[in-house]
């Protein structure tokens, strides 16, 4: 593997290592609907601000939401719109392993 392929595959690792909590796709889930401030995700998340805060630099740091400040409040808005369909592909792979995994005690 060349210089510039390791790269794209760390690039990706980090996006998903940054994806692969709880919290951060829930955020992500929400975020496709609405930009919301961080307050309200606080309400959505159900963790402190600085909790929820911190998840938000993650997700900023490898490009997912970007910021916008709207007086006093910033409000996070999903950069990228390609994750409804990442996360339907998810559920049915979910969906697919549960099956397989009844299948096999039955």
């Known amino acids: 593997m060349n ?7 760390e690039a990706r690792a980090k996006v ?12 992500l ?6 930009d919301m401030c961080v307050g309200d995700l606080t309400n959505e998340v159900g963790s402190d601000q600085s909790t929820v805060s911190k998840h938000l630099a993650v997700l900023k740091d490898v490009g997912l ?5 709207e007086g006093s409040l910033s409000y996070y808005q999903l950069r990228c719109g390609c994750l409804d369909g990442f996360f339907s592909c998810l559920e049915t792979m979910l969906m ?3 099956s ?7």
């Open 100 to 106: 397989s995994r009844q299948e096999a005690v039955q």
């Open 29 to 34: 889930d929400l975020l496709q609907k609405k």
């Open 16 to 27: 998903a290592k940054a994806m692969s909590h709880p919290s951060r796709l829930l955020m």
């Open 3 to 9: 210089e510039k392929e390791r790269a794209r595959y």
């Open 65 to 69: 939401v970007t910021v916008r400040k």
């Open 96 to 98: 697919t392993d549960l």
